[in-house]
């Protein structure tokens, strides 16, 4: 089965310091992946997906298939950046596409 | 354009009863997938419907049941309640192959 793993639970940093959210993901053949946030009091949204390559509220993602990581930056942290991050990938079972998540990592920024 | 609404919010339920949970898709999504979430851990897929028909299934077993409607909202039916199905219970609806948008969930307490 294929399994994303986010190493930390919890991750502080001070405000205008750099941010990394680890992931690595274990799949058999080319993995859609993505990064999911959740702020306070606030739904499951979609923070960027690595095939848009985007850059979105400065965070960057890069998929390194050697290493099977897909780690989660931010060169300067706000505070506005506190929320619980979720990786996952999507996995076809059945027909079905499904989203794996890992555990996920509560980031706090401090002041 | 309205997000993915469901309800109840927040519901207590004894051991050993049966639940049933709603959502309502976003519009002009025909996909909808339900994840199980407990208490620190990433959402864990339970199954997703598209065009009222159950196209694939997680790690769940048969008394986690479901149905899609023709506008394309949902529900799940859990029987049995065992007091680990405590759990935040999410709705996701897309368009096949499209992203994903998350319902608030309902946090279901089994005493």
């Known amino acids: 089965a294929q399994r994303v793993t986010q190493p930390e639970k919890l991750l502080s940093v001070f405000k205008g310091a750099p941010v990394e959210l680890k992931c690595n993901y274990s799949?058999?053949?080319?993995?859609?992946l993505f990064w999911y946030v959740q702020y306070s009091r606030q739904r499951l949204q979609l923070l960027l997906r690595?095939?848009s390559r985007e850059s979105i509220k400065g965070f960057t993602a890069d998929l390194n298939k050697g290493e099977t990581s897909f780690h989660l930056k931010k060169p300067f942290a706000q505070e506005e950046d506190s929320a619980m991050y979720y990786c996952?990938?999507?996995?076809?079972?059945?027909?079905?596409?499904?989203?794996?998540f890992g555990q996920g990592t509560r980031l706090t920024i401090n002041p | 354009e309205t997000g993915v609404t469901q309800s109840p919010t927040h519901l207590i339920k004894t051991r050993g009863q049966q639940v049933t949970l709603r959502c309502s898709s976003q519009?002009?999504?025909?996909?909808v997938s339900w994840y199980q979430q407990a208490l620190g851990q990433g959402p864990q897929f339970i199954f997703q419907?598209?065009?009222?028909?159950?196209?694939g299934r997680g790690n769940f077993p048969p008394r986690f049941s479901g149905l899609q409607f023709p506008n394309y909202s949902s529900e799940l039916n859990v029987n049995a309640l065992e007091l680990d199905d405590s759990a935040l219970y999410l709705c996701?609806?897309?368009?096949?192959?499209?992203?994903?948008?998350f319902g608030s969930g309902t946090r279901l307490t089994v005493v």
């Open positions: 996952a990938l999507t996995e076809v079972i059945q027909g079905a596409q499904k989203l794996v």
């Open positions: 419907y598209y065009r009222e028909e159950e196209n």
């Open positions: 996701a609806s897309t368009q096949m192959g499209g992203g994903y948008t």
């Open positions: 519009s002009g999504h025909n996909t």
């Open positions: 690595h095939i």
């Open positions: 799949y058999s053949g080319s993995p859609e």
